[in-house]
């Protein structure tokens, strides 16, 4: 289980009580032979109470102290056999919420330090090296591994030192996963769409906008994103990045800005026809507009509920971007936005193109 800001003694206690078995009258575990553990996330998250107390923690106290809780009801003891507690938390920061000792005392501590720049380069060079090998890439793309991988982490540490979170900016948290995340869209790359080493690297600074820029609110991160990519394009990949992206835009020799790099488009679904479905970069947005329109008058024709939908050139990059993520293992998104602006709608049309079937809670 996991704990907020908002959990209470009750939840806490009612949540693992519904998980165990009673054995005899007041007497609760799981079932016979079997051993419980209960693993609780985020264990210094839940509000503290006016004396400072966290009644979710004390509750899980009582139960490693006493070996016990009590009926809220009859008051009768309901005592716990064969389950042990296992907690984790994040590393205490200076205004962190902090667990009390007469917990903590109970549990052997075990803390994992954040990986340095090498680890995270051997971790990262070898998935890699794994991917172009296990696809047929030829040896001549090598050379990108180590190049993709320092740009990278090059992006990911400037990232955390410019875009701190703020308040009206507290999403800009940006730890480890964002880092895996551009690698595993690189390695959406095959050798049948990606025919030399400037379209893995423009697939890499698409992976970054994905990553990182579609967090940012405001036009200035946006502006500075640029700007950190085109430093580590010219640092870490040794390539141009105005020159890399110049299909992007009809003026030749035109540094690429922001608004420009909008028009750098990777998606699976640019030829529906084909027998397999390759993450390739889309040239032509007129025919990938006329595929999505296809799409959504095939929804509108399986569907109960047809959907009246103008796909502009915002509703189609961001049906690209929900089909990304699907398309991803271990994806998720959260789209944020004012009420009526698409996103509902949008999912629905990205989860039909990646023929998965769409559930909805509530």
Not at 62 to 88: E, S
């Amino acid at each position: 289980m996991g704990f907020s800001a908002q959990t209470n003694c009750n939840q806490t206690q009612d949540i693992i009580m519904g998980k165990l078995d009673k054995r005899r009258k007041g007497v609760y575990g799981p079932p016979i032979g079997c051993y419980s553990v209960v693993f609780v996330d985020d264990v210094s998250m839940p509000q503290a109470e006016t004396y400072g107390a966290q009644p979710p923690i004390e509750v899980l106290r009582q139960g490693i102290d006493l070996g016990l809780w009590y009926d809220r009801k009859t008051n009768m003891a309901l005592h716990l056999l064969d389950v042990q507690f296992m907690c984790a938390m994040s590393k205490p920061t200076p205004g962190a919420k902090l667990v009390t000792p007469r917990f903590s005392r109970h549990f052997s501590f075990f803390c994992i330090d954040e990986f340095d720049e090498e680890t995270l380069q051997v971790i990262f060079n070898r998935i890699m090296l794994w991917h172009l090998d296990t696809r047929g890439f030829s040896k001549d793309f090598d050379p990108c591994i180590e190049e993709i991988v320092q740009g990278t982490l090059e992006v990911y540490k400037q990232c955390r030192l410019n875009l701190l979170p703020t308040p009206s900016k507290s999403h800009y948290t940006f730890n480890l996963r964002d880092f895996s995340r551009v690698i595993l869209g690189v390695l959406l790359s095959v050798p049948e769409v990606t025919p030399d080493l400037q379209s893995m690297k423009r697939l890499w600074i698409h992976e970054c906008l994905r990553v990182f820029s579609d967090r940012l609110v405001a036009v200035e991160d946006r502006r500075w994103l640029a700007a950190c990519l085109r430093g580590a394009t010219a640092t870490h990949l040794h390539d141009d990045f105005d020159v890399l992206l110049a299909r992007l835009t009809d003026q030749p020799g035109h540094k690429i800005d922001e608004q420009d790099l909008r028009k750098l488009i990777y998606c699976d679904f640019a030829n529906p026809k084909a027998d397999s479905r390759f993450y390739m970069e889309t040239t032509n947005m007129e025919h990938l507009s006329s595929t999505v329109e296809a799409f959504l008058v095939e929804f509108n024709n399986m569907s109960k509920k047809p959907m009246n939908l103008v796909l502009f050139t915002f509703a189609i990059e961001h049906v690209s971007r929900i089909c990304r993520i699907l398309a991803q293992p271990r994806s998720h998104g959260l789209l944020v936005g004012l009420g009526g602006s698409g996103r509902q709608s949008l999912t629905r049309l990205a989860a039909h193109i990646n023929e998965y079937d769409l559930l909805q809670v509530g």
